[in-house]
């Protein structure tokens, strides 16, 4: 690794990381994970150079709300891994683009899935494979700051490189999307989606290599919906009543244009979190949608780089949660408040009946973001929710043939760049060391060092959170000695169903369990901040043959 001279505050404050134990950390311990991470969000950039859109002058609600098409395929075709069978064939574009993010703004140069942002809804049917030909016709030269310290992004590398990986798919690892798999513009991939798993909300987006963070800035994100059989039966909100909401924010000019924060050392741009001015649903500032009185579900996804949501209606009334990242919970779950980190989804059913001619506003926090205006069509839900969706069968941790203990944001013994936040102390490039057996269950502990909430997330297998339990930091720094100091904490029950992504609480040790079933190969795993991601918070594993 080359050493790179990061700015002084940078470099503090990638030491407070790696001790995981400044006052700062350990107020935020105390105060829990929300405090952890709204607190250890003191500003540390240099704010781009130029006027910033000011949210609370915009005019709100006045866009309607974009719902993004569904991909239609163009065509069928064979494929060697389906033999005698023809499948649907899409073809998905990156382009660039503009588009206006508010009425009052110029249109934003945008990077998309099909020039759109987000891109088209993907829609799949559990059991059935389709093709998607990801096909980069991007220009060469990236328009955001690209930081040629980070592994991956170097100098040579040429400026843009894109690899699709979908979120949340069991694909096999040649069509997984892995990091280095990433091609140029005027190159295409073809990939193959088996969608043999159940129902739920996944997402596509690009991985490329060292500078994910800025290809999904850009708005290279698009919704990927599985639906299968038992979920359909259930009679939940459909048709123009089930739509994605895509969340993400980003730092917007007033002349339109996105910026991505770099950091005050010219040499190292890379930053450690990107917090935007305000929040695109859809790719819309503030838009508002037209509902009836009837149920919506809503496909909650947080496709921030960094920001977590806490979601609410001005209405006072509930989001009623039915499915997390992987699918239906085992029954309805009313919640006033849905917390979102960055790539975790939630299904919920907003009930707007007998709400004729009220506004009800989504707010993440106190903030508005986005506006329902009921009107009455005549039409009106006969039935009601149903009270079990889908039994959510436990896996027995008696079952597991392993247990790694994992530390997240360790620093390797030889030094390195200490703004890096490492997996088990691992350089992503360092030979593989998570390694399971096809079709085996393991627990994987994952040891949170740092004084932030990190998204962690798994490819190619759902899981299920066992516990969170803290311990105790010094004890680890001292010896890597695990010890506890307080009992282990069951997940919440918006946290009981399948998950591919969850947080990592800071002084916590974070349990989950899955069963790694799907092709051998090699995945990966990391941190969904994607400026984690990035830095070294990534690792991959390999799924060995059974
Ligand atoms: Cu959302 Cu490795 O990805
Ligand atoms: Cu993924
Ligand atoms: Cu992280």
């Known amino acids: 690794m080359t050493p790179v001279n990061r700015s002084r505050r940078q470099f503090l404050r990638g030491l407070a990381d790696l001790a995981g134990a400044t006052a700062a950390a350990e107020l935020a311990l105390l105060a829990g994970p929300a405090a952890a991470q709204q607190g250890m969000h003191a500003p540390q950039l240099a704010a781009p150079?130029?006027?910033?859109?000011?949210?609370?002058?915009?005019?709100?609600?006045?866009?309607?709300?974009?719902?993004?098409?569904?991909?239609?395929?163009?065509?069928?075709?064979?494929?060697?891994?389906?033999?005698?069978?023809?499948?649907?064939y899409y073809r998905m574009a990156m382009r660039a683009f503009r588009a206006p993010l508010h009425r009052d703004l110029p249109p934003t140069p945008l990077w998309g899935y099909e020039g759109m942002f987000p891109g088209p809804t993907l829609v799949a049917t559990s059991g059935q494979p389709l093709l998607v030909e990801w096909i980069n016709a991007l220009p060469e030269h990236h328009f955001l700051p690209i930081d040629h310290h980070v592994h991956g992004a170097e100098r040579d590398q040429p400026s843009v490189r894109t690899v699709t990986h979908v979120h949340g798919a069991r694909a096999p690892a040649?069509?997984?999307?892995?990091?280095?798999?990433?091609?140029?513009?005027?190159?295409?991939?073809?990939?193959?989606?088996?969608?043999?798993?159940?129902?739920?909300?996944?997402?596509?987006?690009?991985?490329?290599?060292?500078?994910?963070?800025?290809?999904?800035?850009?708005?290279?994100?698009?919704?990927?919906?599985?639906?299968?059989?038992?979920?359909?039966?259930?009679?939940?909100?459909?048709?123009?009543r089930d739509l994605p909401l895509v969340l993400c924010d980003r730092l917007i000019g007033r002349d339109g244009q996105l910026y991505y924060p770099v950091s005050d050392d010219p040499q190292a741009p890379w930053v450690s979190e990107c917090h935007g001015n305000a929040i695109l649903c859809n790719g819309k500032l503030y838009p508002y949608l037209e509902v009836e009185p009837r149920r919506y579900r809503l496909r909650l996804l947080n496709a921030a780089n960094t920001r977590f949501y806490e979601l609410s209606l001005s209405s006072g009334q509930p989001l009623v949660q039915v499915a997390s990242d992987q699918g239906l919970l085992a029954a309805?779950?009313?919640?006033?408040?849905?917390?979102?980190?960055?790539?975790?989804?939630?299904?919920?059913?907003?009930?707007?009946?007998?709400?004729?001619?009220?506004?009800?506003?989504?707010?993440?926090?106190?903030?508005?973001?986005?506006?329902?205006?009921?009107?009455?069509?005549?039409?009106?839900?006969?039935?009601?929710?149903?009270a079990a969706l889908r039994p959510v069968e436990r896996l027995d941790p008696a079952g597991a043939v392993r247990e790694r203990v994992l530390a997240l944001g360790e620093r390797d013994d030889a030094g390195g760049n200490p703004m890096m936040m490492m997996l088990g102390g691992r350089h992503w490039s360092?030979?593989?060391?998570?390694?399971?057996?096809?079709?085996?269950?393991?627990?994987?502990?994952?040891?949170?060092?740092?004084?932030?909430?990190?998204?962690?997330?798994?490819?190619?297998?759902?899981?299920?959170?066992?516990?969170?339990?803290?311990?105790?930091?010094?004890?680890?720094n001292a010896t890597r000695a695990l010890k506890y100091t307080g009992p282990a904490q069951p997940p919440p029950p918006e946290e009981m169903g399948w998950k591919d992504t969850v947080r990592a609480d800071p002084g916590m040790v974070t349990r989950i369990i899955a069963r790694?079933?799907?092709?051998?190969?090699?995945?990966?795993?990391?941190?969904?901040?994607?400026?984690?991601?990035?830095?070294?918070?990534?690792?991959?594993?390999?799924?060995?043959?059974?």
């Open 49 to 88: 150079n130029v006027p910033l859109v000011n949210p609370v002058t915009l005019a709100r609600f006045v866009d309607p709300l974009p719902i993004p098409p569904v991909a239609k395929p163009a065509g069928q075709r064979a494929h060697p891994a389906y033999p005698g069978k023809s499948l649907p």
């Open 174 to 240: 040649a069509s997984d999307g892995y990091p280095e798999a990433w091609f140029v513009p005027g190159r295409s991939a073809l990939y193959h989606y088996p969608n043999g798993q159940d129902a739920a909300t996944l997402w596509y987006h690009d991985h490329a290599m060292g500078i994910t963070r800025l290809n999904i800035y850009a708005g290279l994100i698009g919704a990927y919906l599985v639906r299968d059989e038992a979920e359909q039966a259930l009679g939940l909100p459909s048709g123009d």
């Open 332 to 386: 309805p779950l009313p919640r006033q408040r849905v917390t979102l980190y960055p790539a975790e989804r939630a299904e919920v059913v907003v009930d707007f009946a007998g709400m004729d001619g009220k506004r009800v506003q989504l707010r993440q926090q106190s903030e508005a973001i986005m506006e329902f205006r009921v009107r009455d069509r005549g039409r009106r839900d006969t039935g009601a929710l149903p």
């Open 430 to 476: 360092a030979p593989v060391t998570e390694d399971p057996r096809q079709g085996s269950v393991e627990i994987w502990s994952m040891v949170n060092l740092t004084g932030d909430a990190h998204p962690m997330h798994l490819h190619l297998v759902r899981f299920q959170v066992l516990d969170r339990r803290p311990f105790d930091l010094f004890a680890w």
């Open 516 to 546: 790694f079933e799907g092709e051998p190969g090699r995945y990966v795993w990391h941190c969904h901040l994607l400026e984690h991601e990035d830095n070294e918070m990534m690792r991959p594993f390999l799924l060995r043959p059974a």
